[in-house]
């Protein structure tokens, strides 16, 4: 493996441009509902390695009447051992519900230092979830767990949509959802079942306006846009297809799996090709050698605006757990 020259810079520093940057975080969020789920997840994610969150449910997962054994249940698994990666994330209930809370004291509780996000459903707008986010910074602060617990919140109402660069503005926001099948039926029948499947998810022109927003809004304050669900569960070719078209056609740069066959095909569908990984190398590496000034690469010209993208390019593949080069991964990522 070469070793990078010393005093070269790196491309965090040379090729700062004053805006938040997107975290680079796993492609895939799996949901998983019950705890033989989570572990059977658990289990695949130390087989695959860290492409991919776990999201543990407690808004849909939670038998009625057993929400606070389930919350309690979740929050031991968190902060288990068996938690190998810290990838697990947690849905609660939605602000309008009595448990949402609850579900809150209790995994800040019981897990607050190793949580890896927490995922807020159903606001009906910015209200709802600065609401819920400052009572999840209070109950961070009250329990001393040292860190400021990174959010994400659904855009799955009228409301949310209408608010969606406000809530993409508020404090330790990571990722913003799109909830595709709860946003149809708030239409109250006049979009059909047909739109919460492809073609018409990516067609109809309400679900594209709604898809459009959540990612630009998103993206403008340095946050993850993240697709809804495949309802194909067993075929992997339409999963990725969809998560193919989520991340070219629209710019989602993550997207939920509920089925463990549909994480393989969302990881791949979202990774940057080969080809272009190889690229971003290649004119990086060149760029570094010539202290970020303009460089000839196979007859174009590139300059710091192309070594922003490319730079993209390769910090999601190495999020994304693509095979990098011993050359890149030592000036980069050493």
């Not at 109950?139 to 040292?146: N, P, S």
């Not at 039926?185 to 898809?211: D, I, N, T, W």
């Not at 990881?267 to 060149?286: H, N, T, Y």
Request: with cysteine; net charge negative; charged share 20%.
């Amino acid at each position: 493996m070469t070793t990078p020259h010393a005093g070269r810079v790196h491309p965090d520093q040379a090729l700062f441009d004053g805006e938040k940057a997107v975290p680079f975080i796993p492609a895939c969020e799996h949901f998983a509902g019950s705890e033989k789920l989570m572990r059977k997840a658990l289990m695949l994610q130390l087989e695959m390695g860290p492409v991919f969150d776990i999201t543990c449910d407690c808004e849909d997962g939670a038998a009625t009447g057993s929400e606070a054994e389930h919350v309690r249940m979740v929050a031991r698994l968190i902060a288990s051992d068996d938690n190998q990666h810290r990838q697990m994330g947690v849905r609660i209930h939605d602000p309008q519900s009595p448990h949402w809370r609850d579900d809150v004291d209790a995994l800040v509780g019981g897990a607050g230092d190793r949580v890896a996000y927490i995922t807020v459903p159903k606001s009906l707008g910015v209200d709802d979830a600065r609401r819920v986010i400052d009572y999840i910074r209070e109950r961070a602060i009250r329990e001393r767990t040292g860190r400021e617990i990174p959010m994400h919140l659904l855009v799955e109402t009228h409301g949310a949509l209408a608010d969606a660069k406000a809530m993409a503005a508020l404090p330790n926001l990571q990722v913003l959802d799109f909830g595709l099948m709860d946003f149809i039926s708030a239409h109250q029948g006049a979009l059909g079942f047909s739109a919460m499947r492809s073609p018409l998810q990516f067609e109809h022109p309400l679900v594209v306006r709604a898809k459009t927003e959540v990612v630009a809004a998103a993206l403008a304050h340095g946050v993850v846009p993240a697709h809804n669900v495949s309802l194909n569960l067993k075929d992997t070719k339409a999963t990725f297809d969809d998560a193919s078209r989520a991340r070219h056609q629209f710019g989602f740069l993550r997207m939920w799996s509920i089925y463990p066959a549909q994480i393989a095909a969302i990881v791949q569908a979202m990774r940057p090709a080969d080809a272009e990984v190889q690229q971003a190398e290649a004119i990086l590496l060149a760029a570094q050698a010539a202290h970020w000034g303009p460089i000839s690469h196979e007859g174009d010209l590139h300059d710091r605006a192309t070594y922003r993208y490319f730079w993209n390019v390769l910090r999601q593949a190495h999020a994304q757990g693509s095979a990098l080069g011993a050359d890149a991964r030592a000036a980069f990522f050493s």
